[in-house]
């Protein structure tokens, strides 16, 4: 880790499993649990699923948050406890509200595409939204804008003119950012939102940090531009929002505020009371041991 100055810090990911895949975990960081609403990060791939099983990732439970699936390459396959069933493709955008609890399973489907290529990012609910209904929600077409030789996707809050129809419970921001050509542009930025960018392929330099794929760029508030180059087929995400403010617990799937939400969530998980997820062959993931005591209350 470096720190280039007060409000801006490059970290390194951290390697994670999720079922057979090796993940870069970008989020939480230790000392920062949250930016904004987002409460995780992972990037996988690219990677070859020719031939093989792919993604496999059994029916498990949520509380307290959104997952945001976004690929680069691939498809997956999404069912959840409301009876969803949704295959994703690149461009694309699956959001599932937790809320009170929800449960899902996404793999890649038996014919799928050669290669998976994608992100899986959490936002966490606000405290007054966190009780909503579970709800999901598919977006097959995103707006778009251009800026400096970037192809901007944006699939949560607005970004240079465009506005993701998305649910989003906070003051937020998630866009991808494609390089075509040598690529550089002042990008706008809402100056009370805190920023994240990662690089998913190739390279880019935020402002004097050079950035690549496994590195995660945090921007303090404060600032309305950030200059932004990237070579060629770069891919970069750019994740903000108002700091939430809010100290988070997280463990295994859930995001609440106490330990006996959470104690809470598992035993309704062993109890089977988040509903099944219809179509998934196999069995749903066990949680794993919990024990209360030793979860510290998350402080700010
Ligand atoms: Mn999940």
Same mark, same amino acid.
């Given at each position: 880790?470096s720190?280039v100055?007060?409000?801006v810090?490059v970290?390194?990911?951290r390697e994670a499993?999720v079922?057979?895949?090796t993940?870069?975990r970008?989020l939480?960081?230790?000392l920062r649990r949250?930016?904004?609403?987002w409460?995780?990060v992972?990037h996988?791939?690219p990677?070859s ?7 496999l ?6 509380i307290g948050l959104q997952?945001?699936?976004w690929?680069?390459?691939g498809?997956v396959l999404h069912?959840?406890s409301l009876?969803s069933?949704q295959m994703?493709r690149?461009g ?8 009170r609890g929800?449960a899902?399973?996404?793999e890649s ?19 007054a ?13 995103l707006?778009?804008?251009t800026?400096g030789g970037?192809a901007?996707?944006v699939?949560?809050?607005d970004?240079?003119g ?10 937020i921001?998630?866009a ?6 040598h690529?550089?542009?002042?990008l706008p930025l809402?100056a009370?939102f805190?920023h994240?960018?990662?690089?998913a392929a190739? $390279? +880019?330099?935020? &402002?004097?940090t050079?950035? %690549?794929? #496994?590195q995660l760029?945090?921007?303090?508030p404060?600032?309305?531009? /950030?200059?932004v ?7 970069l995400?750019?994740?903000g929002g108002?700091?939430?403010?809010e100290?988070l ?7 609440a505020?106490?330990?006996?939400e959470?104690? $809470? +969530?598992?035993? &309704?998980w062993r109890e089977? %009371?988040? #509903?099944a ?9 066990? /949680?794993p041991?919990f ?5 510290q209350r998350p402080r700010?």
């Amino acid at each position: 880790m470096s720190t280039v100055d007060a409000d801006v810090e490059v970290t390194d990911a951290r390697e994670a499993r999720v079922g057979d895949m090796t993940v870069r975990r970008l989020l939480p960081l230790r000392l920062r649990r949250s930016v904004g609403a987002w409460c995780f990060v992972d990037h996988y791939g690219p990677m070859s699923v020719d031939g093989v099983a792919g993604m496999l990732v059994p029916p498990h439970p949520h509380i307290g948050l959104q997952t945001v699936t976004w690929l680069l390459a691939g498809n997956v396959l999404h069912r959840d406890s409301l009876g969803s069933e949704q295959m994703i493709r690149p461009g694309q955008l699956n959001l599932m509200t937790a809320g009170r609890g929800i449960a899902h399973a996404e793999e890649s489907p038996a014919e799928h595409d050669p290669s998976l290529h994608g992100v899986q990012l959490w936002v966490a609910l606000p405290d007054a939204d966190r009780q909503v209904a579970p709800a999901f929600e598919h977006h097959a077409e995103l707006p778009g804008a251009t800026l400096g030789g970037f192809a901007i996707t944006v699939f949560m809050g607005d970004l240079a003119g465009a506005r993701s129809p998305a649910t989003a419970f906070s003051a937020i921001v998630g866009a991808e950012l494609a390089a075509s050509g040598h690529a550089r542009a002042s990008l706008p930025l809402d100056a009370g939102f805190e920023h994240i960018v990662f690089v998913a392929a190739g $390279a +880019a330099q935020v &402002g004097d940090t050079e950035l %690549r794929p #496994g590195q995660l760029l945090y921007l303090g508030p404060g600032r309305d531009r /950030a200059q932004v180059a990237a070579p060629s087929g770069s891919r970069l995400f750019l994740l903000g929002g108002v700091p939430l403010g809010e100290p988070l617990l997280m463990w295994w799937n859930f995001v609440a505020r106490t330990p006996e939400e959470i104690a $809470a +969530a598992v035993t &309704g998980w062993r109890e089977d %009371r988040f #509903g099944a997820v219809g179509g998934y062959r196999g069995e749903p993931l066990p /949680a794993p041991p919990f024990d209360a005591a030793l979860l510290q209350r998350p402080r700010l």
